[in-house]
């Protein structure tokens, strides 16, 4: 109905909006709407980084947008917020900059959500209360170990 | 309510049956490349009543069950079950009043699967229902896969505004 | 024939020139997210005689031009120049003799485009002329872009066919 | 033309056989045409990583699918070996041990064609004979920095 996805898109845009600043430690994005009729619109994402003046995200960089993805996606997750939250790889093409502030992100969401990520980032690792290794010693069947997060590194290094 | 374990058994690469103790807030997956780290998220998918081979990256369902390694026959059965503390009453329903509760799926190569809620069979829709106003679900936004943030970039306006529809 | 330099001004985020020294055989480059490095791989290509905006991720050619920052204006041209060492004589034709071979695109925002070949104006056809017969080109393989490899993985069998086809 | 078709076909199929398990240290692979007729075949790629049993590329992971693809790639370019070759961020899902394999396949290609190769990996930025630092001091403005191999981790972990 309209009324509803008028709703949905004020507060996805209006999420979208506060967790895109938090994620580049600056900048700005907002979501559009294209078309007259609101039942038929296109949604279009805005992003800027800080200090640029892009409009539309094409000309972006593989870890901008993939940033701008993840603002989107945790406002989208934020409209109907599960007791958990499943991540998995989220921060793999992200530089150490922006996985720190991602990883600060994530332990603020971690106040009212249990959050499982999977991840190679030696970073987003370093804030996890409790590490998970999978393996695979023997080919094919996959096991568990307990790891600690130098272990972890060691393990993920071989 | 709170994830507390996640046991998988005959499921993808865990052939043998295996607990994930999931205790905190903040927990991390880890290993190398291709040792299982997503097949457990498909798991969480798949009990949850996924119903797609497509979204669990198989040509068909029965491709979940575990189909042999060099040195490992294929086994006929795959089965995974997800065990929820419910101390502060999250779900609504039936079950509002349960401390604990397990949700389980079991699947033959024939392609049936059979439902279990706290241990007693039931239909995929009593799954289904289980979540309702939760926020969770196989298609919600509480799990994001390994190509979620590929899928936004590269969706068209009206693709990008059918997301917005599900989440709705 | 080896790449000795890159040289870029006004193109994308390269507003002022620069020259990338591109000695030995090993270049790794290194930086930030969204810092300019695939912008270099775009600027090879659109050189090399690239036509098509989508693949160079713009929405129209004008895309390429430096289009201003928060403290910087617009600019009016981009120019980007690969200057090659030929003295093993890799090219064929004409060049085959030179030592130093270098080409250049430069182009203003009403879409037109100049080519040069050692700083004699030529057609875009001269540049693709000279690269026929050595594997090089803006859609070769031997330029492997940031989602070069989720094309592969996703690409049907027709698909996977015709990027044989523009290989052969 | 149906000669040329079958020509590059088992050419490529050739060169991704033997390079698929040098990238992943064992298993194979191989390429298979669907279809009866030589002119409107399509093209499948069979893989399996060392130690398992699946056909299809479909249920591999994330990583076991972009090296299974950076082997087919590099077996394309081979057909027609340019004298040089852009890479970028290619190692971006692979963990540590992949990585190692496929920077070793990049040193060994080094010895006749020169590979320009943009990373976020550290193990890739070691083999470099030479690394280019792009950085944006002032935003928006895309400027060049020479960095030893210690100076590019510093750098890129800012
Ligand atoms: N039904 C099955 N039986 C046996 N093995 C399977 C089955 N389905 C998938 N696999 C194996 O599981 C592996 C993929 O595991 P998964 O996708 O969880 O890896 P991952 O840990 O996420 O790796 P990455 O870090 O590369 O993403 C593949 O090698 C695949 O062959
Ligand atoms: N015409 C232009 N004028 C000014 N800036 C531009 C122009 N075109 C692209 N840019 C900027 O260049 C940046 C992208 O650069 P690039 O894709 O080279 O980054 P990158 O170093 O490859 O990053 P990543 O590691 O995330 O892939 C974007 O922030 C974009 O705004
Ligand atoms: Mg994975
Ligand atoms: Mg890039």
Redesign the interface.
Same mark, same amino acid.
């Given at each position: 109905t309209r009324t509803?996805?008028r709703?949905?898109?004020d507060k996805?845009n209006s999420g979208f909006q506060t967790l895109f600043p938090r994620l580049f430690g600056g900048g700005q994005a907002h979501l559009e709407l294209?078309g007259e009729e609101l039942l038929e619109?296109?949604?279009?994402?805005m992003a800027r980084?800080?200090?640029?003046?892009?409009s539309?995200?094409? /000309? %972006?960089?593989?870890?901008?947008?993939? =940033?701008?993805?993840?603002s989107?996606?945790f406002a989208?997750?934020e $409209?109907?917020?599960?007791?958990?939250? /499943? %991540?998995?790889?989220?921060d793999?093409? =992200?530089?150490?900059?922006?996985v720190v502030r991602y990883s600060q992100m $994530?332990?603020a969401l971690?106040?009212k959500?249990?959050?499982?990520?999977?991840?190679?980032n030696k970073i987003?690792?370093e804030?996890?209360?409790?590490?998970?290794?999978?393996?695979?010693s023997?080919?094919?069947?996959?096991?568990?170990v307990a790891?600690d997060v130098e272990e972890?590194l060691e393990?993920?290094?071989? | 309510?709170?994830?507390k374990k996640i046991k998988l058994s005959g499921f993808?690469?865990?052939?043998?049956p295996?607990t994930?103790?999931?205790?905190?807030?903040?927990?991390?997956?880890?290993?190398?490349n291709?040792?299982?780290?997503?097949?457990?998220?498909d798991a969480?998918r798949w009990v949850m009543g996924e119903s797609s081979a497509k979204h669990l990256r198989g040509d068909s369902m029965a491709d979940v069950i575990f189909s042999?390694?060099?040195?490992?026959k294929p086994v006929g059965k795959a089965s995974v079950e997800l065990i929820f503390d419910n101390s502060d009453g999250?779900v609504s329903g039936q079950y509002a009043a349960y401390a604990e509760i397990s949700i389980r799926r079991e699947a033959g190569r024939d392609g049936q699967s059979d439902y279990f809620l706290n241990r007693t069979r039931c239909r995929r829709k009593d799954i289904t229902d289980l979540f309702l106003g939760?926020?969770?679900g196989p298609h919600?936004?509480?799990?994001?896969?390994?190509n979620?943030?590929?899928r936004?970039?590269e969706s068209?306006?009206?693709e990008?505004?059918s997301?917005?529809?599900e989440?709705?």
């Open positions: 509803r996805f709703e949905t898109f996805v294209i619109s296109g949604v279009r994402v980084p800080p200090g640029k003046r892009n539309t995200i094409h /000309l %972006l960089s593989g870890g901008e947008k993939a =940033l701008t993805a993840v989107l996606l989208l997750f $409209l109907n917020p599960a007791p958990f939250c /499943l %991540l998995d790889e989220v793999a093409p =992200l530089d150490d900059a922006n $994530l332990r971690s106040e959500t249990q959050l499982i990520y999977i991840t190679h987003s690792m804030i996890a209360e409790l590490l998970v290794g999978v393996t695979m023997e080919p094919g069947v996959s096991r568990l790891v972890a393990m993920v290094a071989q | 309510m709170r994830l993808k690469s865990f052939v043998d295996i994930i103790p999931v205790s905190g807030n903040l927990i991390g997956i880890v290993g190398p291709g040792c299982g780290k997503s097949n457990i998220i969480v042999g390694s060099t040195a490992r999250g939760t926020g969770l919600s936004y509480s799990i994001l896969e390994q979620a943030v590929t936004i970039i068209k306006p009206e990008l505004r997301f917005f529809e989440a709705a």
